[in-house]
């Protein structure tokens, strides 16, 4: 019998037992609050106190551990070969999340903390005698297909804007995920900002969380995927960004979009979008059910996140390269009504249309310097090629991602229906629409 077969009976729902035995030969018996799947070979459990089963440990490697089905009742017995305690990077990172999110689920929160990610080799798997299992449960969905129709859906063609819909669409249609939202990697601000999201009462873009924060935060962090079967108050993101908002000052909370989500999520996962080593963004799922996300769950959405963010990437460097010279165009004609105030605050980009928070940052500065050309300038029509070398953006480089900054702000202001938006007006080209007088005061 093969190690991942029987990963269900990893998933916390009931725990592990675990026998050492000192060296004098005395057995120990505990039971474990998390078994983690490695490989086919490894798993870890978590290293949380240091009693009589670590003292064991120590003195004799060796120990036998009880896991059980939770779907089938079936018994399994493991012999397992202590190799050493991981207390950082990804295993740890992930261990730690579930560990919240399990200890939350229980009511004991900040009781639980992990020490350490103990990695034991399994020398043996066998099935103990006993009664019939249960009837395994109906199979769900074919993940295995799902993951190749969803690869398909996600070359890089078309724009960023495309290929971010075709993404939350196949999450929809082939997954059955139907909350979920993608954000993208600020290098140079080491946050991660919302540029799509599907399921929730508000899109939330332009919503930020910073590097480590939450459960998206840390997979991003750690570059490893983040899954949780039960609702966690120390990972929960909202509670991060709020946090973040509040150290900035309370007027930090009056530019601070809400990141969107479940007010009672239960289940989440966040998956690192990779380019070879370079960090694109975050893709996370959750849902109000428990346990909704198994480990074949993580599997196909790590590599769906992985599809996703090479394609986002192969977009991001033939952008580059694509930009076209904006076309001649008339002087736009004065709009008539009500002027509107474009409010910007240099130091931090911020944008306000009237006492309405738009943007701040990389896209805020843009917004600046179209509404500023505009006035003064008569200008319209744009390019993506002249943004990227206009001094007033201080766009650090590619990997800042000037296309997602600029889809960012087209639906923040397409959100805010203050009569002035930014549309598409060719490849690397586009034009800001104003339907109503701009006062932009800095």
């Not at 929809?172 to 993208?184: E, K, N, R």
């Not at 909370?253 to 289940?267: F, N, V």
């Not at 990389?362 to 003064?376: Q, R």
Request: hydrophobic letters at 45%.
């Amino acid at each position: 019998m093969k190690l991942d077969a029987i990963r269900a009976c990893f998933e916390g729902v009931i725990p592990g037992t675990m026998c050492t035995a000192s060296p004098d030969g005395t057995p120990n018996v505990s039971y474990l609050s998390q078994v983690q799947f490695v490989d086919g070979e490894h798993i870890a459990l978590s290293y949380q106190f240091f009693n009589k089963t670590r003292a064991n440990l120590l003195a004799n490697p060796r120990a036998m551990l009880a896991v059980i089905d939770p779907f089938t009742a079936a018994h399994y017995r493991l012999t397992l070969e202590y190799l050493r305690t991981e207390t950082d990077g990804p295993l740890f990172e992930s261990m730690k999340a579930k560990l919240a999110g399990v200890a939350s689920h229980v009511g004991m929160c900040g009781v639980f903390r992990l020490l350490g990610a103990d990695v034991f080799r399994v020398l043996a798997l066998d099935p103990v005698p006993g009664s019939r299992a249960l009837p395994a449960p109906e199979p769900g969905r074919n993940l295995l297909a799902a993951l190749r129709r969803g690869c398909e859906q996600l070359r890089p063609e078309g724009d960023l804007e495309q290929l971010l819909a075709r993404a939350l669409a196949v999450l929809d249609s082939g997954f059955g995920i139907g909350h979920a939202m993608i954000l993208l990697f600020d290098e140079a601000g080491q946050r991660l900002y919302t540029v799509a999201s599907r399921g929730y009462a508000a899109s939330g873009v332009g919503s930020e969380i910073a590097l480590g924060h939450g459960v998206i935060g840390v997979a991003a962090r750690v570059r490893t995927p983040i899954r949780i079967g039960h609702m966690s108050s120390e990972y929960a993101y909202n509670r991060a960004i709020r946090a973040n908002a509040l150290s900035g000052g309370m007027n930090a909370l009056e530019t601070a979009i809400p990141l969107p989500g479940l007010s009672e999520s239960r289940s989440q996962l966040a998956a690192p979008m990779l380019a070879g080593e370079r960090l694109v963004g975050v893709l996370y799922v959750e849902s109000p059910q428990d346990l909704r996300f198994s480990y074949d769950d993580e599997d196909a959405l790590v590599a769906l996140a992985g599809q996703l963010g090479m394609a986002i990437h192969i977009l991001q460097a033939a952008c580059e390269h694509a930009d076209e010279a904006p076309a001649a165009a008339a002087a736009p004609e004065a709009p008539a009504g009500a002027p509107l105030a474009v409010r910007h605050y240099p130091e931090n980009g911020s944008i306000f249309l009237g006492e309405d928070y738009l943007i701040k940052g990389v896209a805020g500065a843009i917004f600046a310097a179209l509404v500023s050309d505009y006035l003064h300038l008569g200008r319209s029509e744009f390019s993506n090629k002249e943004l990227r070398l206009d001094p007033r953006i201080r766009l650090p480089h590619l990997s800042d991602n000037l296309e997602a900054r600029l889809l960012l702000l087209a639906r923040r202001l397409e959100e805010r229906a203050a009569g002035v938006c930014i549309e598409k007006s060719g490849r690397g080209r586009f034009r800001l629409r104003v339907e109503r007088p701009l006062q932009l005061v800095s």
